[in-house]
């Protein structure tokens, strides 16, 4: 069987870092404030691990590995003089006073009343104005402080510790994100092209960087656990799809500036979820549902157990579908395995109720009781009912009752005393289903962080249910589950050191960190077993699971490898360079690897349909930018078959309009575009 490779970035050298990271943490002392050291993380390995079968166990150090750390440095053991001005000591004969030897040495209050440059320099201010006698000689700015501010020697000791605890911070996660030792300067860029990632983050429409706030729910998320873990969805990123419409030249096919915003505002303005009132239940089909379920829809989530699934149904049986955790996950099974019967969502008539519809509302009745309920059948409940909404494409819906089950898991894990053995194993699946889809979430809307990522270095992975006397329901399949897993920390790795808010990255030293994220997606294909390996030809596949991963995998190439596309749109002159040439070669291909085949988005409908069709936008809107540049058009099939790519995604796209705002929005916009880019076309004279 084929080794399974963990896209992480762990060195197999460096077995100590860990430790000494977490130890480091937890001496921290506000009192001594210790210098970071400027080292560099060393470059990122990709260990090969067998992946075990599934009635093995798994480990976080298997498929996945754990996210490498780096501690704060005590290197240096001196401390930078803390007071910034002199301290004077009145001396008089009052007996009365203490000595110097009895008393704290407090610094005393003294106005403030030199301006900056003499506070810098530590020099005597005349305190002139406009401008003292040292300004004036130095030609200098004279700059006083506002009126009433009154900072003393002991007020600038406190602000001066407080700044250094926040540069301690901010030099750890930026040694962590950088990754790698990137050159300031390759002998093979005959270009200055420089990209910004300051320059690629959302901004309001009079220019100015917009300032998003991500606010833990109820606190229990750490930000230190998601801001120092690489593999996890940064808070500000630049990877949604309508981000592309701040690019140049995509930005000129349309006629109104857009951002991630919008389609955030749209949801969350959309008319409430229209549930059934039926009060009866159709079970004359559960047999044909179960087994639909198990073969057509656990594959994606692995979140119920074929084993004991008998004793779930007769004890839902036994309430009448009415009361229980039981009864809730037996409806929603029943809701699941009949919409996967029902063929994609876009194709179920407008004014006919969705499959699965009426198992759904009755489930929905139950969820109010087990929403109290701190255990792992209740967060079970909410995440099945999650994927059903992702169905529906109601993805805030959807994220309402994920933000519950994060909080219910992160109580349960906090204290691994809280989950009985029995447990454990479900416990650990419905943890990564809950991280999985935050992370697809976050990818494309500006939504709080739960925090439940903080707990994704010591979950396991799960390793298959335990087999009981009763009759299995179907297959534990797990080979999607875990190839899923590790290619969304790939995705959340690739959104961190790529497209995090950060420091200026320019094309030279962007290239190894490109090369070895492609090296690692590479060693995640090479590791996936033989069964889910899927050709990179154009042969056309009628496996689902095969077919989803590979949309997912040049989904991720083609975010690994469009920054040069921007960078090429920005500066034409950069693709003069043969490296820049090859690297947006391979972003066009990947993106035309996704469209050339567009009805076959329809084998990932049930669990991705919302996602996939953002992703699908994204790469329209690069390969339209990239039609309008010459040299990048050369990288591109013939424009006749380009047009009818872009017209059959078009077409797809208005086929899910009416699914969801979000979704109506961006037909409209890719719409918009491509009349735009062919009126653009024809008057520059590239088209006739």
Not at 211 to 219: D, H, L, M
Not at 284 to 297: I, L, W
Not at 358 to 380: C, D, E, V
Not at 460 to 468: C, Q, W
Request: proline share 6%; aromatic share 6%; glycine share 6%.
């Amino acid at each position: 069987m084929a080794a399974v490779t963990s896209p992480n970035n762990v060195d197999p050298k460096d077995t100590n870092s860990a430790p000494n990271s977490g130890a480091s943490r937890r001496n921290f002392s506000i009192s001594i404030p210790p210098r970071v050291s400027n080292g560099t993380m060393a470059p990122m390995k990709t260990p090969t691990l067998p992946l075990k079968s599934p009635d093995d166990s798994y480990s976080n150090d298997g498929i996945l590995g754990k996210t490498r750390r780096r501690g704060l440095s005590n290197s240096s053991a001196d401390q930078d003089n803390l007071m910034d001005g002199t301290i004077d000591h009145e001396q008089d004969g009052n007996p009365r006073k203490r000595s110097n030897a009895d008393t704290i040495d407090y610094p005393r209050r003294r106005a403030t009343i030199a301006c900056e440059i003499c506070r810098g320099r530590k020099s005597r201010c005349d305190g002139a104005k406009p401008r003292c006698r040292l300004c004036t000689e130095l030609n200098a700015e004279c700059v006083y402080r506002e009126p009433g501010i009154k900072l003393d020697a002991g007020d600038k000791l406190i602000l001066e510790r407080l700044n250094r605890i926040e540069g301690l911070l901010q030099s750890s996660l930026v040694s962590q994100t950088k990754g790698i030792h990137l050159a300031s300067q390759s002998p093979t860029t005959s270009t200055g092209t420089t990209l910004s990632r300051e320059d690629m983050m959302p901004r309001n429409s009079d220019g100015l960087e917009r300032s998003v706030t991500s606010i833990p729910i109820a606190g229990l998320g750490t930000w230190m656990a998601s801001q120092t873990n690489i593999s996890t969805m940064p808070k500000i990123h630049t990877t949604p799809a309508l981000h592309l419409l701040q690019w140049p030249i995509i930005r000129d096919l349309v006629s109104r500036p857009y951002d991630p915003q919008h389609l955030l505002q749209l949801e969350l303005s959309r008319e409430p979820l229209q549930l059934g009132t039926s009060l009866s239940l159709d079970l004359s089909n559960t047999a044909a549902y179960v087994q639909a379920f198990f073969e057509r829809v656990n594959v994606w989530y692995a979140c119920v157990n074929p084993y004991n699934w008998a004793s779930y149904y007769r004890m839902a049986l036994s309430h009448g579908f009415r009361e229980g955790p039981e009864s809730c996950i037996t409806l929603l099974v029943l809701a699941l395995g009949s919409a996967s019967l029902a063929g994609s969502i876009s194709s179920v008539p407008r004014d006919k109720e969705p499959p699965g519809m009426s198992y759904f509302s009755a489930a929905w009745g139950l969820i109010p009781g087990l929403m109290t309920r701190n255990t792992t059948l209740s967060s079970q409940c909410l995440i099945l009912a999650s994927a059903y909404l992702f169905y529906l494409v109601r993805p805030l819906e959807a994220w309402s009752l994920l933000s519950s089950t994060s909080m219910k898991l992160q109580l349960l894990l906090s204290d691994r005393g809280r989950i009985p053995n029995h447990s454990k194993e479900l416990s650990e699946r419905v943890y990564w289903n809950a991280l999985l889809f935050e992370s697809d979430l976050l990818a494309e809307l500006d939504l709080p962080h739960s925090g439940i990522v903080q707990f994704e270095e010591t979950v396991g992975l799960p390793g298959g249910f335990e087999e009981e006397d009763d009759e299995p329901a179907g297959r534990d399949e797990l080979w999607y589950f875990l190839a899923e897993i590790a290619l969304r920390r790939l995705l959340n790795r690739v959104s961190h050191m790529i497209y995090s808010k950060g420091a200026m990255t320019t094309i030279a030293s962007l290239e190894p960190l490109v090369a070895e994220l492609d090296f690692q997606l590479t060693q995640w294909y090479e590791g996936l077993p033989i069964a889910l390996q899927f050709p990179h030809s154009r042969v056309p596949l009628s496996n689902p699971v095969q077919i989803v991963l590979r949309l997912r995998y040049f989904a991720c190439r083609t975010i690994i490898f469009r920054p040069y596309i921007l960078a090429v749109l920005e500066n034409e002159h950069a693709i003069m360079d043969v490296a820049v040439r090859e690297n947006c070669r391979k972003a066009l291909e990947a993106c035309v690897r996704q469209l050339e085949h567009i009805t076959a988005h329809h084998a990932g409908h049930l669990p991705y349909l919302w996602q996939g069709a953002l992703s699908i936008v994204s790469q329209t809107l690069l390969v339209m930018g990239a039609t309008m540049v010459p040299s990048l058009a050369a990288l591109l099939p013939p424009s006749q078959q380009m047009d009818a790519i872009i017209n059959e995604v078009l077409l797809e796209i208005e086929r899910y309009a009416h699914l969801a705002p979000s979704l109506r929005l961006s037909s409209e916009i890719v719409r918009e575009a491509e009349d735009r880019r062919q009126l653009m076309l024809r008057s520059t004279g590239m088209r006739v």
